[in-house]
């Protein structure tokens, strides 16, 4: 019998998630319990507010308060685990022989130096969000699968059932009872939908039924960054987010630089086994000082920085190989001129 499959799962918190956050430790925690291989657990929290500004100045409710309530969830779901841990505050990571143009740290920064980090380390690296919700069969699958395959194709990556989406381009990532399912757009209410939040409960009934995994091959790849499986040959391969893609789109970026370095490396996809990524979380965004009401893309969009990041970050991910494009940065998005 081969060794067990080492995982390091990293997740970034940012402050105003501090409600939300103990769904995603307590189905780790108990994901971690059905397995008894080697799992690191890598948390950054991150309290900066030159985006997102706080409504709170003191009392109830404080950055401080934010910061302590969220490792105190971390700690009681994950007592006696081996977890790696940090706060980023708004002095940000300074270097003193070098000058950086920012010290906003986002998922994409997250990700990169997480997997690079890790990939020396463990066998498997997986994306986690603070908004999602992991299910008890993750690890113990994830090893069948790699211990099957991780001789001869040892560059890979995994993906899982999802809820849901948008168009047919991602029809193969969709969960078995979801994938048949109509896409109705603003729809709170249907389990299977997009913008639905689902529970714990819900996710488990839906995952219990599981005999035997059902796993396809996805080509050309296609996969969102919550939850994507890594194997650390395909990082230390040299396959990463660019440093260009400095906010989001970093899911895109890595898809892109993968498909171009190792085009012709297996997807494998566990077709019956869910993933829920509570996106729409109502309680996702709490305590920040904002001007407008409605859904979470609405909110975001109603900061100009938002939509000018959103932007150049996007332009940068689909800018990659393009020899005369000159990568924009948070200097441009804070550029008055860039309007």
Request: proline share 4%; hydrophobic share 35%; glycine share 2%.
């Amino acid at each position: 019998m081969k060794n067990k499959t080492a995982f390091a799962i990293g997740v970034l918190i940012q402050w105003y998630e501090v409600e939300i956050v103990g769904e995603y430790f307590k189905t780790l925690a108990e994901a971690i319990k059905k397995y008894d291989g080697s799992v690191i657990i890598d948390v950054t929290v991150v309290t900066q507010t030159q985006l997102e500004k706080p409504k709170f100045k003191c009392g109830e409710h404080s950055m401080k308060k934010c910061r302590e309530s969220i490792f105190k969830s971390m700690w009681k779901y994950l007592p006696n685990v081996r977890v790696h841990y940090r706060s980023i505050s708004d002095s940000g990571q300074k270097w003193p022989d070098i000058k950086v143009n920012s010290t906003i740290f986002t998922i994409a920064d997250y990700r990169r130096e997480f997997s690079e980090k890790y990939c020396d380390v463990v066998d498997l690296l997986i994306w986690g969000e603070s908004d999602m919700l992991v299910p008890k069969q993750m690890f113990t699958a994830l090893d069948l699968l790699h211990q099957q395959v991780s001789e001869n194709t040892p560059k890979y990556i995994t993906t899982f059932g999802i809820c849901k989406m948008w168009d047919d381009s991602w029809k193969p990532l969709e969960h078995v009872k979801f994938t048949d399912k109509p896409f109705i757009e603003n729809d709170y209410e249907n389990w299977w939908s997009l913008k639905y939040t689902m529970n714990e409960s819900e996710m488990n009934l839906i995952n219990e039924e599981v005999e035997e995994l059902d796993i396809a091959t996805i080509k050309p790849f296609k996969f969102n960054g919550c939850s994507l499986v890594i194997s650390s040959e395909v990082i230390r391969s040299g396959v990463n987010i660019p440093r260009s893609v400095f906010f989001v789109h970093e899911d895109t970026a890595f898809q892109i630089m993968l498909q171009k370095l190792l085009p012709n490396i297996p997807q494998y996809h566990i077709r019956n086994l869910l993933v829920v990524h509570n996106r729409n979380h109502p309680k996702k965004r709490m305590y920040i000082d904002e001007s407008v009401e409605g859904s979470m893309n609405k909110r975001r969009r109603s900061n100009e920085w938002y939509v000018k990041a959103n932007k150049f970050s996007e332009e940068n991910c689909y800018n990659i190989f393009n020899p005369t494009y000159k990568a924009k940065s948070w200097n441009d998005v804070f550029d008055s001129n860039n309007l």
